[in-house]
């Protein structure tokens, strides 16, 4: 039987949120559905009954999907059904997922799929973040053991007020877009792209958010919750037993030379080598053991080694390769690394190195993005590409994962800010950021290739941009803040912080927990240390190129644009497109016409972009009193003749107009299809040119 609640976001705007259960999907562990305006998603959670042999980490699927009637659209393309999720599907499934994950308990097993579905959008409000509240309403309602309750909000700000979950008119008048998801206790995921505000700006918003997710979490008091069920253990293990074996086999003092080994893959070989050997040898004392021993030792192991770094990190205010909290990996910045590319740097960050090129293309390269809300274009594009052997891995490229998706959003939102608008650089512009080596922080590091080969491709970017990763190790009564964390750090810290900006302020920020929450304090002091980081990034990146080239790169399209009326397309474009056709034939330059009446024109010669300039000038001017015309003449009457002076543009030569004497008749002195030099005399209100001939050099038949 349906049960209803409603929550009271925000009354004065209207955005509240009317939450359904116990009618549809009754055969999931838990769904819910949540309404905000006419936009309508349910979430459904289910789980595996028996966990999958040899898994060791929380496999947690979720799927997020809309379905085009949800706007009354039918797909596109020949099949006519939705297929392969879309970028954006893919990206907001990553945002559900970063803030439910640190919800499950430890050691859940079970295989686990969360389903979100878009089943109605009005078009005003985003279905992101109500995915995310319906997907907390299925895991209350489910029976998977979570302690905590998550729900989410989007924070705008337009002019000096905040607001709750903008409308998507409201978003495009916003200099923020912040997507906050938390806990009563705290805040447990961050997505956002900022128009270079403070960190101070920064932290408000998102206090400001977490204050609505507590007032919307303490509406789902009314929805029951779902009967717990304990966390299975493994049957017929003596863990502890076996834990003390290895303390035996692995002194402390072992395990810390181990942790404190700088290089990456010597630490990594060091490792993997000890594990090998330990679990070899206390096989055959354990011979009772009905699970599989390799991966109960493994497990400890995993969780000693886990331990060890936190305790240096706390105890010792050191990292595994030596650096203290604050401290910075090596940094090398190489701009201009390729010719041919019209733009290009690497950006190398310890272990971690980032290869970004830019690809400079005329409006046609643009991409067309087909979403609920309509279709549009899109002039910025940032590709990530992370192949297994930035890793040392043997692993084939079988498409773009959803975190290489996931990577380029972020790296494209903390640089779009500061792109100079398209009237003043008509291009489209692609960022490819190849991982070349990956030892923590890809991210950021293709934020600061790209942002350095925006720069050496001569786009008029207004700052440089420069990206670090924030980590966090908590004790009992303490934690440390780490700068620019590397892989290791980032597997066994409890936060993952990436904060993006320029000298004047943050432009993006995604933050991951592994812990149930963060308070605001906590991300005050990360965020002022991260500023403090990205001064000197900024510093260093200054030296290598601290501003844009003066010219574009020579194999880069030449363009420019013209202005038109729009009621002049046509005259351009011409019968069957026989103008058009003509200008790109004759100077063979590219075309592009808008309906707003902007014509760009690219071209590889300088040479042939002002011819084709000039082409469409003329097709597209207005006559001008005063001005001379060669026209020619297209009919003749009674009364004079009509002279085509502009392409579709006629004016009338009164018989008075052609000489100074009387005439006749006007085939006394023009025929049709003569051309003859005429002078504008008048416009009048509705557009009739009148012309004349007189005093202006012709060879009329006498």
């Known amino acids: 039987m349906k049960s209803e609640i409603k929550i009271v976001v925000n009354e004065q705007a209207g955005k509240n949120l009317l939450i359904e259960y116990g009618d549809l ?12 305006g006419e936009t309508i998603v349910l979430a459904t959670i289910v789980y595996a009954k028996k966990e999958k042999e040899g898994t060791d980490f929380l496999p947690l699927t979720v799927d997020y999907r809309e379905r085009t009637y949800a706007a009354g659209k039918i797909p596109g393309g020949f099949f006519k059904r939705e297929g392969r999720p879309s970028e954006r599907e893919i990206l907001t499934s990553r945002l559900i997922d970063r803030a439910l994950r640190p919800l499950f308990p430890e050691k859940w097993y079970k295989e686990t799929n969360i389903n979100v579905l878009v089943l109605s959008s009005d078009g005003e409000n985003d279905p992101d973040v109500i995915a ?32 709750l979950n903008p409308t998507f008119s409201e978003q495009k008048q916003s200099s923020i877009d912040i997507v906050v998801g938390g806990t009563m206790e705290g805040v447990v995921m961050v997505e956002a792209g900022t128009n270079e505000v403070s960190e101070g700006e920064a932290l408000q918003a998102i206090g400001f958010g977490h204050d609505a997710i507590k007032r919307i979490i303490s509406g789902f008091e009314k929805i029951p919750v779902g009967s717990k069920i304990a966390v299975s253990e493994l049957a017929n293990v003596d863990a502890e037993k076996i834990r003390e074996k290895i303390s035996l086999i692995l002194p402390l003092e072992d395990l ?157 939102r903390a640089i779009y800010p500061v792109l100079p608008s398209e009237d003043e650089f008509p291009y489209t512009i692609r960022i490819v950021s190849d991982i070349l080596e990956s030892n923590g922080s890809s991210s950021m590091a293709s934020v600061c290739a790209g942002s350095l080969a925006i720069f050496d491709a001569g786009v008029p970017a207004k700052n440089a941009v420069a990206g670090v990763a924030m980590g966090l190790v908590k004790g009992s009564d303490k934690y440390v803040i780490l700068t620019d964390i590397m892989g290791m750090e980032d597997h066994i810290g409890d936060m993952d912080f990436k904060v993006a900006g320029t000298r004047k302020g943050i432009t993006a920020l995604q933050m991951d927990l592994k812990i149930t929450n963060i308070n605001l304090s906590t991300m005050k002091d990360a965020l002022e240390k991260a500023r403090a980081a990205r001064f000197y990034i900024l510093d260093i990146m200054d030296r290598a190129i601290n501003s844009p080239r003066e010219k574009i790169s020579e194999y880069a399209p030449q363009m420019d644009i013209i202005q038109i009326n729009p009621s002049k397309i046509g005259a351009l474009i011409g019968p069957g497109g026989k103008n058009i056709k003509k200008i790109i034939e004759e100077t063979k330059a590219d075309i592009q016409v808008e309906d707003d009446g902007k014509v760009y024109i690219s071209a590889v010669e300088s040479s042939s972009m002002e011819l084709a ?14 001005k001379i015309y060669r026209g020619k003449v297209t009919s003749i009457k009674a009364f004079g003749a009509f002279v085509e002076i502009l392409p ?23 025929r049709e299809g003569d051309e003859i030099n005429v002078k504008v005399i008048e416009i009048d209100p509705h557009g009739k040119v009148s012309l004349t001939c007189k005093s202006i050099e012709n060879k009329f038949k006498e």
């Open 613 to 626: 300039r000039q082409m469409v000038d003329y097709y597209t001017a207005e006559a001008e009193v005063g």
């Open 132 to 163: 995310i509240v319906a997907a907390g309403i299925a895991l209350r309602l489910s029976s998977v053991p979570v302690n905590s309750q998550v729900a989410a909000v989007r924070v705008g700000r337009i002019g000096d007020s905040f607001i």
């Open 25 to 36: 999907a009754k055969q999931a562990s838990g769904s819910g559905i949540v309404k905000m």
């Open 256 to 412: 810390r030379n181990i942790v404190k080994t700088p290089e990456k893959s010597a630490r990594e070989n060091l490792w993997e080598e000890k594990k090998l050997y330990i679990v070899n040898l206390i096989a055959t004392e354990f011979t009772n053991v009905t699970v599989p021993l390799e991966k109960i030792a493994d497990g400890i192991l995993e969780d000693m080694f886990y331990e060890c770094v936190r305790e240096v990190v706390l105890k010792e205010g050191l990292r595994a390769d030596g650096r203290k909290p604050d401290d910075i990996r090596p940094i090398r910045c190489i701009p201009h690394y390729f010719d041919r590319p019209h733009g290009s740097a690497i950006f190398e960050r310890g272990q971690t190195q980032a290869l970004a090129t830019v690809t400079l293309g005329t409006p046609e390269d643009k991409q067309i993005m087909d979403v609920l809300e309509g279709e549009y274009k899109e002039r910025f594009l940032f590709h990530y590409n992370f192949p297994g052997f930035a890793t040392g891995e043997a692993k084939p490229e079988r498409g773009v994962s959803r975190r290489e998706q996931g990577h380029g959003a972020l790296a494209k």
């Open 648 to 670: 579709g543009k006629e004016g009338l030569v009164h018989i008075s107009q052609f000489v100074p004497r009387r005439l006749e008749k006007v085939t006394d002195v023009v």
